[in-house]
Each structure stands twice: as structure tokens, then as C-alpha cells.
């Protein structure tokens, strides 16, 4: 795993330099999309790079790590339209081309599975930006979740509502109890892993995620088995790293 402490907006370019890289070398690579705060910077510089410098993401696919379940499909919150709003809409990607777990299915499971065989079709990830939850939580794996886990439901932890109730004008009441997220064993198929955080509220997350032992606890840990996993983190995330 590397670690390169810098400021958000290196961090965004750094990110950014990467995605360019692949989509130069490769037009119809995989991405792997987060959604909250943390990639907010690495969307911004992608769009100044697709307007300013012609980067493409036409032939494109992108694939989200997680999704809300029972959000109606026009809430704001959804992921399917932020990741829309914040990114897929303002460099002409496809909607067809960026896939999300399905939150709406009538029956998740099977929605599940259609995604992980949508993922393998796709010949998988070639690179999964994330962030890090507060509690360690990669996409939406909450502490105890297994670290082979596969796409699936889940219950948010208390404190993940509560840290995401500002995207829902601070009501925690309106976050779902639910979300379906690909597990840490398809996050951990993707060809590259990275990793963005900022702020001294993740300092620990981060502790554990670089220096923990290896452990369903810190679900994020997970990352130390990968082989191509680069961790951007700013000072104060940084803050707690020996
Ligand atoms: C969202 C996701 C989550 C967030 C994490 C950090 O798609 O997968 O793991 O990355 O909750 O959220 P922010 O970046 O808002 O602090």
C-alpha cells in the first residue's frame, strides 16, 4: 500500500492523473465510482480535464460501490443522480455506460447478483476510487462485515447516518436505515484501489486502515491484502499515522 500525504487538490490531480492515464491507454476501462464528499475534488479536476482537454469518457463504463434502498427515483440523495450531477452528466458520459446497485428492486438479492454478473461482464474494475467512513467502512461495508463479502444489503451504522444526516439537511431521521453495497471482496477485484480523505475526523479510520491489524473491524484494513492499493490522505487525516 502507498501512502502520499497532500493537499486535496494534489490529491485530486494525483487521483485525476491516474484516470487519465487508463482512459488514454484504454478509451473503454471500468471505473469504479464513489460517491460523498471525499471524491468531490477528483470529479471537479476530471470535468476541467474533459472540457479543457478533450478527456473522454465516452467508451467508458463506471460502476458505483453503493446505492440507498427506498430512496424515490428522483431524490437528490440518490446515488444513481448524484453520481449523475457530480460527475457522469458534466463530461457527456452515458447514463447507459454507469451502473449502480439497484436500491429499488423488488427483490435485492437477485439485483445483487445481476450486478456482481454485470461487474464480471464487464471484465471487472480497472480502477475503485473510495472514500473511508469515520468508522472505517469502505463503500458501505460497516464494521463486522466479512472481507470476502459480495454485494449485498445492508444496515448503515448509526454513526454512518448520522455523519451523512448534512446531505439530508441534517435530519438523520431522513437517511435510510439501508443500502445495498458491493462487498469488500468485489471491492477488492478491482485492478486498483484508491483511497482519498481529508480532515481530522478520519484520522483514526485512517490509523487503522494503514496500521491496523487486518480485521472485519476496520473493514478499510482489507486494503493492506491488495496489491495496487494508493492511500491519499491530507495532513490532518494523517494526523494519527506513527
Ligand atoms: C459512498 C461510499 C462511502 C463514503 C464514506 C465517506 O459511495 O462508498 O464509503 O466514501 O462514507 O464519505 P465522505 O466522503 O462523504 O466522508
Known amino acids: 500500500m502507498e ?16 484516470i487519465e492515464a487508463l482512459l488514454r491507454r484504454d478509451d473503454d476501462s471500468t471505473l469504479g465510482l ?3 464528499s471525499s471524491p468531490l475534488a477528483v470529479y471537479g479536476e476530471l470535468i476541467h480535464r474533459h472540457e479543457q482537454h478533450g478527456l473522454s ?8 460501490l453503493d446505492e440507498y434502498v ?6 437528490p440523495q440518490r446515488y444513481h443522480n448524484v453520481i449523475a450531477e457530480e460527475l457522469a452528466d458534466r463530461v457527456h458520459w452515458d447514463a447507459e455506460r454507469v451502473h449502480g446497485p439497484d436500491g429499488l428492486a423488488a427483490d435485492i438479492p437477485a439485483a445483487c447478483a445481476d450486478y456482481e454478473r ?16 469515520t468508522d472505517g467502512h469502505i463503500g458501505f461495508n460497516e464494521p463486522g462485515s466479512s472481507l470476502s463479502s459480495r454485494t449485498r444489503i445492508k444496515s448503515l451504522a448509526p454513526q454512518t447516518r448520522a455523519d451523512n444526516a448534512r446531505f439530508f439537511g441534517g435530519d438523520v431521521d431522513k437517511v435510510p436505515v439501508h443500502c445495498v453495497t458491493q462487498g469488500l471482496g468485489t471491492i ?11 480532515g481530522r475526523h478520519k484520522a483514526e479510520a485512517v490509523h487503522q486502515l494503514v496500521e491496523g491489524p487486518i480485521s472485519a473491524l476496520w473493514p478499510a484494513t482489507v486494503m493492506q491484502l491488495h496489491p495496487h492499493a494508493t492511500v491519499l490522505v491530507d495532513e490532518a487525516a494523517a494526523s494519527r499515522l506513527q
Open 188 to 198: 477488492s477485484e478491482a485492478r486498483h484501489l484508491v483511497l482519498l480523505a481529508s
Open 118 to 133: 454485470a461487474l464480471a461482464r464487464a471484465g471487472g474494475v480497472d480502477l475503485q476510487l473510495l472514500g473511508i467512513g
Open 3 to 18: 501512502v502520499i500525504i497532500a493537499p486535496v487538490d494534489q490529491q485530486a490531480r494525483l487521483a485525476a492523473d491516474a
Open 57 to 64: 469518457f465516452a467508451r467508458a463504463r463506471g460502476f458505483m
Open 70 to 75: 427506498g430512496l424515490p427515483a428522483d431524490h
Open 34 to 36: 464513489a460517491t460523498g
